[in-house]
């Protein structure tokens, strides 16, 4: 259902239900009135107040029929006043008998407790007392203290009846709530599972702002950001080696364990393209230019290292060749924002900078990380960063200089627990951080044999 033919379900139902209410109010107290006239002697004011009310309710239901549903709260709240008015004319008209007029007071209370509150009763009071003295000035009350048989018959079963039918009503408006308020649960469940899905398929940024209604902040400004790129040494080779399921598998496993180590060092990732991993430092939650770069080179290591690895673990599935990464780290000055059209939107950062970035992790070789300049002159009191000179880059009309990564600083010299080391014939990489005591005589063992065997090896 639409929320246009809801609205309009409601509309409907709300008039109906202030009619038949509206009816038994106007039935129980014309029965009152018919009970209380003595038909030997017909009491015309009597008769017109009876005509009078099964009129009032059927041209109120024409009326509020008619009325837009913006306009019928304030239609019924100034029916209810009539309504009560009615009911004031009434108990003078039957001299103000006891128990019909016990029961019309109970019924005027409780409509006017339950659908408006403390002013609504204080309302209808002041209307129903209106409706006493203005029908003073054609009928003056014999005030009858006692209370006719035949009159509290009728008023009786009138008001009894108003009250089942309200508690009907109500029995099924509750049903109905109780229906509603289990949908909204299903759909609230729903609807956060959808969230969650979507959200990783948006960067952070965008999930954020979209989520808390603030998708205006997502206009495109300049910023100073540490952009990463790497990607995976003949993968195109590699695709076409092996099967695709084989081949999905291994780069769903990769990328899980590079977004891992993003997700650690507070980085945001930018997209995935085919093998090739876009990653942002300082569009979202930053400490300083500095912190951005020092924790995007951790995580260029920390992937260089899980690498190692990984390729054990590829290597003992059957893959003979190592997948091998490089990577490039650029910081500088970039547009970052949303780009495309009304009907199609992208977050990303865009400028010069982020062009050197890919141009230096195309240059880098495998397993190597090269960064520019601006990122070894934020990082180098933390980084141990080997100069590689000036290099020739697509794009830039000057050479480029950069830097090899080595390490962090705190991890190398005598608390160096990362070693690695290639050269033809020979690689090895040693984390001592995740050597277990009962694997340590195993790793000594065959160190020491290579070592035994590489010293006799008579090399021509």
């Known amino acids: 259902m639409t929320k246009t033919a809801q609205a309009d379900a409601e509309h409907t139902e709300s008039i109906l ?102 002013r609504r009763w204080l309302e209808a009071n002041a209307a129903m007392a209106s409706g006493v003295v203005v029908s ?41 709530l109780k229906l509603s308020n289990t949908k909204l649960v299903n759909e609230q469940k729903w609807h956060k599972i959808r969230a969650y899905k979507m959200s ?15 998708d205006e902040t997502l206009q495109a400004e300049r910023k100073k950001v540490t952009v990463f790129f790497s990607d995976i ?12 399921e084989a081949l999905t ?20 990732i930018d997209k995935f393209m085919g093998d090739a991993v876009m990653v942002l430092y300082g569009d979202g939650s930053s400490k300083g230019v500095k912190d951005d770069c020092l924790r995007c080179v951790s995580m260029a290591i920390a992937m260089k290292k899980r690498m190692k690895s990984l390729q054990q673990e590829w290597y003992n599935q059957g893959i003979k060749k190592p997948l091998q990464i490089r990577m490039g780290i650029n910081t500088g000055y970039c547009t970052v924002g949303t780009f495309g059209t009304s009907s199609h939107l992208d977050y990303t950062v865009l400028g010069t900078h982020v062009n050197l970035a890919s141009r230096l992790e195309s240059a880098a070789q495998p397993d190597e990380i090269l960064i520019s300049h601006e990122t070894w002159s934020l990082v180098k009191d933390s980084v141990l960063c080997r100069d590689k000179g000036e290099i020739s880059v697509k794009g830039f009309s000057a050479p480029v200089k950069v830097y090899q990564v080595a390490g962090l600083r705190k991890d190398l010299g005598r608390n160096q627990t990362y070693f690695e080391d290639r050269v033809e014939g020979f690689s090895m990489h040693l984390d001592l951080e995740k050597i277990r005591n009962y694997d340590k005589e195993q790793v000594l063992a065959a160190l020491k044999k290579a070592a035994e065997k590489l010293k006799d090896k008579v090399i021509v």
């Not at 040494?233 to 695709?244: C, G, V």
């Not at 598998?249 to 945001?268: D, P």
Request: aromatic fraction near 14%; proline fraction near 3%; glycine fraction near 6%.
């Open 249 to 268: 598998e291994l780069l769903n496993q990769y990328l899980t364990e590079m977004s891992k180590i993003v997700t650690h060092f507070g980085g945001t």
């Open 17 to 118: 239900q202030q009619y038949y209410f509206r009816t038994l109010i106007c039935f129980a107290a014309g029965g009152t009135l018919a009970a209380m006239m003595d038909w030997n002697q017909i009491n015309w004011v009597y008769i017109g107040a009876i005509i009078y009310m099964l009129v009032y309710a059927y041209a109120s239901f024409t009326y509020t029929r008619q009325l837009p549903a913006e306009a019928l709260p304030k239609a019924s709240r100034v029916l209810s006043y009539a309504d009560a008015a009615l009911i004031g004319v009434v108990l003078n008209l039957i001299n103000f008998s006891l128990l019909p007029c016990i029961l019309f007071l109970a019924m005027i209370q409780f409509n006017a407790l339950l659908t408006g509150g403390m």
């Open 136 to 176: 003073m000035l054609i009928h003056q009350p014999q005030w009858i203290f006692h209370s006719n048989i035949q009159i509290s018959a009728v008023s009786l079963i009138g008001i009894i009846t108003y009250f089942l039918a309200y508690a009907l009503y109500m029995h099924q408006r509750f049903h109905k």
């Open 233 to 244: 040494k003949n993968f195109s080779q590699l695709s076409e080696e092996m099967e695709a």
């Open 200 to 214: 990783r398929y948006l960067a952070p940024a965008v999930w954020n702002a979209i989520n808390q209604g603030r």
